[in-house]
């Protein structure tokens, strides 16, 4: 038991130094993770859904242009709506959210939220 708690603090640790990874590093089909191309065509399918507007700001982030102010405010609303709809279009292509539990528990961010978010998704 103490070799247990030792090892989560230990892992906690190194996450609080580090930073956990991305929970996209935790979607897993055929134990591979998925790639950056089906990412970022799930991403444009997911704000373009949402509208014009969502997929023009999309585009403009992701083409390293600057954002005003105001885009900005604007994209965060958007990746509220677009995120729920990005973790659906992963799971369809056959990915599923696998975070170990070390990862559920860090402290370094909102990794308990996502992983209880993405339960849905594990099997």
């Not at 600057?66 to 056959?94: D, F, M, W």
């Not at 990862?103 to 594990?122: F, H, I, P, S, V």
Request: glycine residues 6%; aromatic residues 14%; contains cysteine.
């Amino acid at each position: 038991m103490k070799v247990l708690f030792f090892l989560i603090f230990l892992l906690n640790g190194c996450y609080l130094a580090n930073g956990s990874p991305s929970s996209v590093n935790f979607w897993i089909k055929n134990n591979k993770k998925i790639s950056v191309e089906e990412i970022r065509n799930c991403e444009r399918k997911a704000y373009s859904s949402i509208g014009e507007r969502s997929l023009l700001l999309y585009n403009k982030f992701r083409g390293d242009e600057r954002l005003t102010n105001n885009e900005h405010k604007q994209r965060s609303g958007y990746i509220k709506q677009a995120t729920p709809l990005v973790r659906q279009c992963y799971y369809e292509l056959g990915y599923r959210f696998k975070a170990p539990l070390y990862w559920c528990l860090a402290q370094d961010g909102d990794n308990t939220r996502t992983c209880t978010e993405n339960m849905k998704y594990r099997n």
